[in-house]
């Protein structure tokens, strides 16, 4: 079975452009997480998207953004981009609806982005 | 709030030496906790988890922690260390009570010496 995919991998922005990030989860996955991992605050989780919904939301601003679409799909997109946002972009795909908080969460490799 | 440590940034060990990469935890309700590796430009992979039952989880690449909830620990062993065992690990925990949302530890660079 094939694993989490993102894409592009590798992603250079200047400041002030918007970006948008892939994720397509594991096949039978239908919950889709999203974080953010830097070296100065670790791994911070974003949104999680189940079934086209929004089911839970991180402490970041409104310029990051996500959607899920019916095959479970689910893209991520950050509007008016600043340096800090520089960092690797993880999604994570899960078998289960939020609230099964025994699920496994599968990641994917990462989409680099780095915003100069 | 939920949260989690891993009090060592970095663990060095000799090849064939036993590791240990400690995880503290804060949660209320009960803990489910995971650990992942992170090899470098890669995403996470998954080792093992602990949801209920045998304190003694055993995961994947001969790895396995130990659920301690006096101490509320769940520290990743594994026997003997391997120079391809070096990369960054992370412990997290989620909760049967309160958020769905998990939280991770800064993580914990294992670096094996040949």
């Known amino acids: 079975k094939a694993g989490v995919t993102q894409t592009p991998r590798y992603l250079i922005k200047t400041r002030g452009q918007q970006v948008t990030l892939s994720c397509s989860p594991i096949?039978?996955?239908?919950?889709v997480s999203w974080y953010q991992q830097t070296p100065g605050q670790g791994l911070q989780f974003l949104f999680e998207y189940f079934s086209e919904t929004q089911r839970n939301k991180g402490n970041f601003p409104g310029r990051f953004s996500g959607r899920q679409f019916s095959n479970s799909r689910s893209e991520m997109n950050v509007s008016t981009l600043e340096l800090g946002d520089s960092a690797l972009y993880l999604c994570?795909?899960?078998?289960?609806?939020?609230?099964?908080?025994?699920?496994?969460?599968?990641f994917g490799p990462g989409t680099r982005l780095t915003v100069l | 709030a939920q949260s989690v440590a891993q009090p060592e940034d970095q663990v060095n060990v000799a090849e064939g030496n036993p590791l240990t990469v400690k995880c503290t935890y804060s949660?209320?309700?009960?803990?489910?906790l995971f650990w992942y590796v992170q090899y470098p430009n890669r995403g996470l992979q998954f080792l093992l988890k602990y949801i209920t039952g045998d304190n003694l989880v055993k995961g994947s690449y001969g790895f396995e922690a130990e659920f301690n909830k006096s101490q509320t620990s769940f520290h990743l062993k594994k026997p003997s260390a391997l120079v391809s065992d070096s990369a960054l690990y992370f412990c997290a925990v989620r909760s049967s009570g309160g958020s769905y949302i998990p939280t991770f530890g800064r993580g914990t660079s294992l670096i094996v010496h040949p």
């Open positions: 994570a795909s899960s078998f289960g609806a939020s609230g099964l908080s025994t699920d496994t969460q599968y």
């Open positions: 949660v209320s309700g009960n803990p489910y």
């Open positions: 096949s039978g996955h239908r919950s």
